[in-house]
């Protein structure tokens, strides 16, 4: 099974490997963005904008984790040697 995220080359986490990858990453900054532009279009405070903006954000950032930690590397601590 090829990878869809490598672990990064400096620190802790992922980044895409494959064009799945990318999809995943394209897909979720777009379901960020409308997301944000829904609640910004139909809450009246900002305590209705971060009620509605935070739980689909939290929700989001999970599924991309959940996908990342399914498909990917396992991730750790690292820092590339200089050559």
Not at 47 to 57: A, R
Not at 65 to 78: A, H, K, N, S, V
């Amino acid at each position: 099974m090829k990878y869809w995220f490598k672990r990064k080359d400096y620190g802790w986490g992922w980044k895409p490997a494959t064009w799945q990858g990318k999809l995943m990453i394209g897909l979720w900054v777009i379901g960020m963005y409308y997301s944000y532009a829904l609640a910004n279009r139909f809450s009246y405070s900002i305590s209705d904008t971060l009620y509605t903006v935070l739980h689909p954000w939290t929700l989001y950032t999970f599924i991309i984790w959940l996908i990342c930690w399914c498909t990917g590397d396992r991730p750790r601590w690292q820092w590339k040697k200089k050559k």
